[in-house]
């Protein structure tokens, strides 16, 4: 189990980051097309996670901007928005800020916050996703993360992005 803060207050997480180095493990995530997609269907891409607890906070919505700016400069590799919040609401947002260099990726109803060590335990925002970059290359091995040790603050994008350099 990892820590994170929120309001001051440690927080845990059900488990930890997978190591770099490591293989992806196995996910499930949910598009903004309703359709699930896996380890299988980012084969061949450079990803990153750009993950946390929801859209509608302005940390969040801070790092998919950010993560959409940086998105345009990088050469094979997908950068991945994954919340806890619904398909819609991710689209939503995106549309409504003319973000089209991330994709979104629900957890709503996959496991993604188990599998990847993420999922809050406790707080105010249990059951959500803790702030995270997870970076893999196009076989699905970890280059990269980072547990972000308050969520409210914003992850570290250069470290993300240098990792697939």
Excluded: W
């Excluded at 995530?29 to 906070?57: C, E, H, M």
């Excluded at 901007?65 to 050469?75: D, G, H, M, V, W």
């Excluded at 947002?93 to 999922?119: I, K, Y």
């Excluded at 076989?139 to 547990?147: A, I, K, P, Q, S």
């Amino acid at each position: 189990m990892a820590q994170t803060s929120f309001g001051g207050n440690p927080v845990n997480t059900n488990g930890d980051l997978p190591a770099p180095g490591a293989s992806l493990p196995s996910f499930s995530l949910t598009g903004g097309n309703l359709q699930d997609f896996g380890n299988a269907d980012i084969t061949g891409k450079r990803v990153i996670f750009n993950i946390f607890p929801s859209v509608d906070t302005p940390v969040c919505a801070t790092s998919v901007r950010k993560f959409n700016e940086l998105a345009s400069s990088l050469q094979n590799a997908v950068v991945y928005c994954v919340s806890a919040d619904l398909p819609f609401a991710q689209g939503r947002f995106c549309g409504a800020e003319g973000l089209a260099n991330v994709q979104t990726a629900s957890s709503f109803r996959g496991g993604f916050g188990e599998a990847f060590g993420v999922q809050l335990n406790e707080g105010a925002f249990k059951g959500l996703l803790a702030r995270a970059v997870v970076v893999a290359d196009e076989t699905g091995r970890v280059l990269h993360t980072e547990l972000v040790d308050n969520i409210g603050s914003e992850p570290n994008y250069d470290a993300a992005v240098d990792a697939l350099r």
